[in-house]
């Protein structure tokens, strides 16, 4: 048996020694019980779901009578609703250990593959198809926060768009809710379509979000903007980065980035860093300044740019920006004529 101390060491910081941790959790001592399931509530999910499959009977009940309100953050509060959904106490042992295997996997495939679309929407795909999961997934979402944007968040929503059902549709409508009436989100929640189920109703409520999408472009300054520029575009989206001319050690002294899109809230993002100082604002919101640059709006940009330089005493190197865009060729070279008050 570990001395009490050696134990309080491997619970307060599972992550440097993995292996007496897993010990623990297999074999927890009577009396640790209470200390072990309250770390395991608070562990991030890779780690729980990586280290701790193999696990107590006693310990998932004991974790799965922890109070949802005692966990303060949103990530982790959404992930034990799901775990305590997905598993269930009123089931012997031997079941009980299989569904938290399942459910520590679902948290694993959720977040698997960020860098590999077609491997994460497999795994999506899979867990779609998991009648428990989804319904865990569901209970889930209800009660998440809807400005919750992780990519845990994310996953969770995609699942019950690929499912489609009514019972998912329940559990998507506060988060379509809180868009469609803050303004909030929407460009994400819009995402949902691309992988949701072909027909029902959340498709059905996923084309109104798409069509106060289009409303908002066809209203957007950025719109407004590239009409005046002669520009015939729709959904217009844009990001660029502008380095200054002087370099140190290879790099841009001062580094300026512009993002506009017209299906955004906000529509606009501009950041100036010159080391580790910067300033930074949308259209809404002066972030933070310490350049002492101010803000500026869409039109006053070429001004602000152009402004800029002169109080940091540089050039902007025009021929060197990076462009992203939904535009192309002409169509691009004239924003970022207009932009350089060429």
Same mark, same amino acid.
């Given at each position: %048996?570990?001395?009490?101390?050696?134990? !309080?060491?491997?619970?307060?910081? +599972?992550?440097?020694?993995?292996?007496? *941790?897993?010990?623990? /959790?297999?074999? +927890?001592?009577?009396?640790?019980?209470?200390?072990?399931?309250? $770390?395991?509530?608070?562990?991030? +999910?890779? *780690?729980?779901?990586?280290?701790? $499959?193999?696990?107590?009977?006693?310990?998932?009940?004991?974790?799965?009578?922890?109070?949802? @309100?005692?966990?303060?953050?949103?990530?982790?509060?959404?992930?034990?609703? *799901?775990? &305590?959904?997905?598993?269930?106490?009123? /089931?012997?042992?031997?079941?009980?250990? @299989?569904?938290?295997?399942?459910?520590?996997?679902?948290?694993?495939? #959720?977040?698997?593959?960020?860098?590999?679309?077609? &491997?994460?929407?497999?795994?999506?795909?899979?867990? !779609?198809?998991?009648?428990?999961?989804?319904? @865990? %997934?569901?209970?889930?979402? /209800?009660?998440?926060?809807?400005?919750?944007?992780?990519?845990?968040? %994310?996953? *969770?929503?995609?699942?019950?768009?690929?499912?489609? =059902?009514?019972?998912?549709?329940?559990?998507?409508?506060?988060?379509?809710?809180?868009?469609?009436?803050?303004?909030?989100?929407?460009?994400?929640?819009?995402?949902?379509? !691309?992988?949701?189920?072909?027909?029902? +109703?959340?498709? @059905?409520?996923?084309?109104? #979000?798409?069509?106060?999408?289009?409303?908002?472009? !066809?209203?957007?300054?950025?719109?407004?903007?590239?009409?005046?520029?002669?520009?015939?575009?729709?959904?217009?989206?844009?990001?660029?980065?502008?380095?200054?001319?002087?370099?140190?050690?290879? %790099?841009?002294?001062?580094?300026?980035?512009?993002?506009?899109?017209?299906?955004?809230?906000?529509?606009?993002?501009?950041?100036?860093?010159?080391?580790?100082?910067?300033? =930074?604002?949308?259209?809404?919101?002066?972030?933070?300044?310490?350049?002492?640059?101010?803000?500026?709006?869409?039109?006053?940009?070429?001004?602000?740019?152009?402004?800029?330089?002169? $109080?940091?005493?540089?050039?902007?190197?025009?021929?060197? /920006?990076?462009?992203?865009?939904?535009?192309?060729?002409?169509?691009?070279?004239?924003?970022?004529?207009?932009?350089?008050?060429?």
């Amino acid at each position: %048996m570990e001395s009490k101390s050696v134990i !309080a060491a491997v619970i307060a910081q +599972p992550w440097r020694n993995a292996s007496a *941790f897993q010990k623990l /959790v297999r074999s +927890p001592p009577e009396g640790e019980l209470d200390a072990i399931a309250g $770390k395991l509530v608070r562990l991030n +999910p890779f *780690f729980l779901a990586r280290k701790c $499959k193999q696990i107590a009977p006693a310990l998932v009940r004991r974790v799965l009578s922890q109070p949802v @309100a005692a966990i303060e953050d949103a990530a982790l509060t959404r992930n034990f609703v *799901f775990l &305590k959904e997905a598993v269930s106490l009123d /089931v012997d042992d031997s079941t009980l250990l @299989a569904r938290w295997r399942e459910a520590l996997q679902a948290l694993l495939d #959720v977040n698997a593959y960020q860098e590999n679309e077609k &491997k994460r929407l497999q795994k999506l795909q899979g867990l !779609a198809r998991q009648p428990r999961v989804v319904a @865990a %997934m569901q209970a889930a979402a /209800v009660g998440a926060n809807p400005n919750d944007d992780d990519w845990g968040a %994310m996953s *969770f929503l995609e699942v019950l768009a690929i499912d489609g =059902s009514e019972a998912s549709a329940d559990a998507l409508m506060p988060h379509v809710h809180h868009a469609m009436t803050t303004g909030e989100g929407l460009v994400r929640i819009e995402r949902l379509q !691309a992988h949701a189920a072909a027909s029902g +109703p959340v498709r @059905a409520m996923l084309a109104k #979000v798409g069509e106060a999408l289009d409303r908002r472009s !066809a209203a957007s300054p950025v719109t407004e903007l590239v009409t005046k520029l002669g520009i015939e575009a729709r959904d217009v989206v844009l990001s660029m980065s502008v380095p200054s001319r002087a370099k140190r050690a290879g %790099m841009p002294v001062v580094q300026a980035r512009v993002s506009m899109t017209a299906r955004g809230a906000p529509y606009m993002h501009v950041a100036v860093q010159r080391g580790r100082t910067g300033t =930074s604002f949308d259209d809404r919101t002066l972030h933070r300044d310490g350049l002492e640059l101010g803000r500026a709006d869409l039109d006053g940009l070429p001004d602000f740019f152009a402004r800029t330089a002169r $109080k940091l005493g540089i050039h902007w190197a025009w021929n060197e /920006v990076w462009v992203s865009s939904s535009l192309r060729g002409r169509k691009r070279q004239t924003v970022l004529r207009w932009l350089s008050g060429s």
